[in-house]
């Protein structure tokens, strides 16, 4: 038997870029926390929005729910607070999953790899290439006794 043991990690990251797109209503992305609910649609990192037609024309409204980063902004902000941004200054978004599985045989190795005569009939249990065996019950717990015929290896 064998016993295996895995773990994974993955790391996403995500670049975000700012516009040079004013949107009709400049240029700032630090998070600027207007009204609620707006007065006129909301420009670049404005809030608080509740959905894309209250931020103005190519900006959506970005939802969070305990202050997560708006991409293409800075700041912070209330943490409920939902706030317009470009989705184009999403640039990439790269994730990398690293598996490692070990696994660890169980199986006796009582011996070498190097094969070792010990008795024609063996008085106990063989161990890993000893042999003289006629059969797996000559062999240890997990292993099987390989017939050869003609030298094989």
């Known amino acids: 038997a064998a016993a295996t043991t895995s773990s994974t990690t993955t790391t996403t990251t995500t670049t975000t870029t700012t516009t040079s797109s004013s949107f009709g209503c400049g240029r700032n992305t630090t998070l600027n926390s207007v009204a609620n609910p707006p007065q006129s649609p909301l420009c670049l990192c404005e809030g608080d929005c509740d959905n894309d037609d209250e931020c103005a024309p190519g900006l959506v409204c970005f ?21 317009c941004y470009d989705p184009s200054t999403v640039v990439a978004t790269t994730t990398t999953t690293t598996t490692t599985t070990t696994t660890t045989s169980t199986t006796p190795s009582c011996g070498s790899f190097v094969l070792n005569d010990v008795a024609n009939p ?24 390989f017939q050869r015929e003609n030298g094989e290896t």
């Open 63 to 83: 939802q969070r729910q305990n202050g997560e980063t708006v991409p293409g902004c800075t700041g912070t902000g209330p943490n409920d607070w939902d706030y």
């Open 122 to 145: 063996p008085t106990t249990p063989l161990c890993l290439c000893e042999g003289d065996c006629d059969d797996d019950s000559e062999c240890a717990t997990g292993l099987v006794c």
